[in-house]
């Protein structure tokens, strides 16, 4: 489904390159629930930007698929990217001013007006967030957990083969990042949508099938949920 090969990123920081990325290997599966665990600045988020057609690579290839997102013009990726991609951002990333409706609705936008079916949709996917009723309310009355919940719903509007989310539970407490971690894994399971989650809590990673540890732009590490010490593992390697 998802083949990364000798992934390389650099960033021009006033004279200086910086390389964040310096040749990540990945496959992921289709179906497959894969977290990312790693220090601070080590280039998950940079990693889950170029998976999401978001921003290019210096070097390497991104197969998503079947495509290669990195022989795309700036305008294959973004038609790539509404078809086959949900992005869920760090920090929710609503726009505060529309309603919970508006804000789920805004991916579909892009390729004309809303039908009626895409208004069914809409409403389907607040009732399975829990969010029902909530629709016309304006996004920057709802709680942080509210909040991300209409996060999730707009990265799955447009039914996206792959999930990409960015520490979906980080500014949550324990209960309800459970809740939203229930939720994800659901459509993993229901949809065989394919998740790649950014996480620093290794309660939320305990969700996926397979941990990746990554440490200065490289992966350094994959667990199985199925290896009985993953935990451990875990724990040493974020210690
Ligand atoms: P993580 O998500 O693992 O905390 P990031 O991918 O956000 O790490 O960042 C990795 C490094 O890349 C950081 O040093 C950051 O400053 C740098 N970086 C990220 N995005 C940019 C950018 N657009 N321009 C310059 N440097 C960047
Ligand atoms: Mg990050």
Redesign the pocket.
Known sequence: MIKLSNLTKE?L?GQEKTQ?LKGVNLNVEEGEFVAIM?P???????LLQLLGGLDIPTEGDILINQRYLSNMTEKERTIFRRKYIGFIFQNYQLLPTLTVEENIAFPLHADGSLTKEKNQMILELLDSVGLKGLGRRRANLLSGGQQQRVAIARALVNNPAVLLADEPTGNLDRSKAEEILGLISRFNRENNQTIIMVTHDIFAAGFADRIILFKDGIVDQVISRKDDSYAEYVANFMA
């Open positions: 960033f920081q964040v790693g601070s600045g080590s280039g998950k988020s940079t």
